[in-house]
């Protein structure tokens, strides 16, 4: 009988532990559900020659943001994907995780850096470095927010975006 009490004492214990341990899963993802919450969504649009490029952001409750962007370039490129970053002062720094109508089943990943002044954002032209196989805008680098293809207005969301 002494040698039955030890295994189930044990066996009480892991399950007490256990059930911590859920709990405390639950209770972060909770958190980082709510640190996820959209606080507001805006839709953008730029046009340049045959080119256009739809927008989407959505402002987190953490600060951070996330959305959609859709690049239609001349003459048949479709680039469609995902932003997801944050802004530091009036600088938006985003990774726009993309597929290519060319290529679909490859994913591209590639940093993009937008200037809002007013109630535009505008894509700057920075230099880029790829280094074991991340690319990013060189920090020691000025970007270019002057002569610039895009400049995005405010625009109904729905067209064009997911």
Request: proline letters at 2%; one cysteine or more.
């Amino acid at each position: 009988m002494k040698n039955l009490v030890l295994p189930c004492l044990l066996v009480i214990c892991i399950g007490f532990q256990s059930c911590k341990n859920e709990e405390k899963q639950k209770e972060a993802a909770a958190a980082k559900a709510e640190e996820e919450t959209v606080v507001s969504t805006e839709c953008y649009k730029a046009i340049y020659e045959q080119d256009t490029i739809d927008l989407k952001l959505n402002t987190l409750k953490n600060g951070k943001v996330s959305g959609q962007m859709v690049m239609k370039v001349a003459p048949v490129t479709v680039r469609t994907g995902e932003v997801a970053g944050e802004f530091r002062g009036d600088t938006l720094f985003v990774d726009y995780t993309f597929t290519d109508s060319a290529s679909k089943d490859k994913t591209f990943k590639n940093p993009m850096a937008l200037l809002k002044r007013d109630k535009q954002l505008i894509l700057g032209n920075g230099t880029m470095q790829t280094t074991m196989g991340v690319t990013y805008l060189v920090k020691d680098k000025p970007i270019d927010f002057d002569r610039v293809k895009y400049k995005f207005d405010l625009a109904q969301c729905g067209t064009g975006t997911k």
